[in-house]
């Protein structure tokens, strides 16, 4: 093997949405996970028609490296779709597919090697950039087309292990619809103050550090706030099958902020959150997440809160809402699939996760594999 420059294997490519044939659905951002994701622009009135086209099997970066965590936002295109993305990003292909195979390529993109690389050769001042003649300058090692065959398959193998589980996912997901709009037609309601009450020990002791935030996803996070100078003995502690409340936003992110904790060791989390936990037997504390989970629930609880900056749901309001009650025996059925999820997201973002860090070590495989042949 020896080393030859990236820009012998790749070409750029510049193709517009000129006659808009792809709408709003095609548009995508750009993560530095590696990934297209979601967009979070408001498309509302845009027109597409400057926007670039990345075709499959294609690679999308944004030269900027600014304030991104030292990682480099790219990702590459697995579907068999095209996409949208802003005219600001770059987008190119392998053009020399006999001797390097794109799947190949994003494994070595997805290694903190890379990162590392483009963020040392950005350049700039206010704003650093990778750029594409930066990119084309990267020398790489290739292993011969087999090799890199063997050890993408390998690499692909455990992206269809993540794509069963998220398939199982779906499923459980619609089940849990369907048995909740029945319980919602059929059940009498129940007012949430009648099933939660508000608790609030503090972390007196200063004993417990790890502290908490919740997002809109309604999962637990480790907090992003700089604790530094912060009193921890004044947070809040919370226990396993407790509820996290946040009556902040509600109404601007159009979402009720709350989340079931579900791990055997307690935490800590922010003294403006409202610890819940239940307080009958004829609820599960899975169910109500189940019923909070819900896009209809979130709107609700848009609609009723206040009209202060900061579009609260204070804590008394949010114990009026009523919602359906129905058996043990029936919660606990569809709970069964609640605990599915939380377990199969659980392996999903292991997955995921083990995916990314096994890129280093594939890419390192190969090239030893080739350098003993």
Known sequence: MRLNKLGNYIELLDLRNKDNALGKDAVVGISTQKEFIPTKADLEGVNLAS??????????????????GD??????NKTNKNLLVSSISTIFRVSNTEELLSDYLYMYFNRPEFDRYARFNSWGSARETFSWDDMCDIEIDLPSIETQQKYVD???SMQENQKVYEKGLEDLNKLIVISLEQFKHKCKRVAVGKLLEDVDIRNSDGKISNVQGINIEKTFIPSVANLSSTDLTKYKII????????AMQTGRDECIRIALFHE?????????????????????AEYIMLWFSRSESDRYGWFISDSSIRASLE????????????????QEAVVSFYNSIYLIKSNISKLSDLSKNIC???IKGSLEEAAKT
């Open 360 to 362: 280093p070590i594939l």
């Open 315 to 330: 804590l008394s309001r949010f114990y009026e809402i009523e919602i359906p009650l129905p058996s043990l025996e029936e």
């Open 51 to 68: 926007y670039k086209i990345v075709p499959p099997h294609c690679f999308a970066f944004v030269a900027d490296t600014s304030r991104r």
């Open 154 to 156: 390998i690499y692909k």
């Open 264 to 284: 055997e060791e307690p935490a800590i989390i922010s003294p403006a959150y409202s610890v819940l936990q239940t307080k009958t037997d004829d609820v599960l």
């Open 239 to 246: 226990q396993k099958n407790q509820f996290a409340y946040s």
């Open 71 to 76: 990682k480099m936002s790219l990702a590459y």
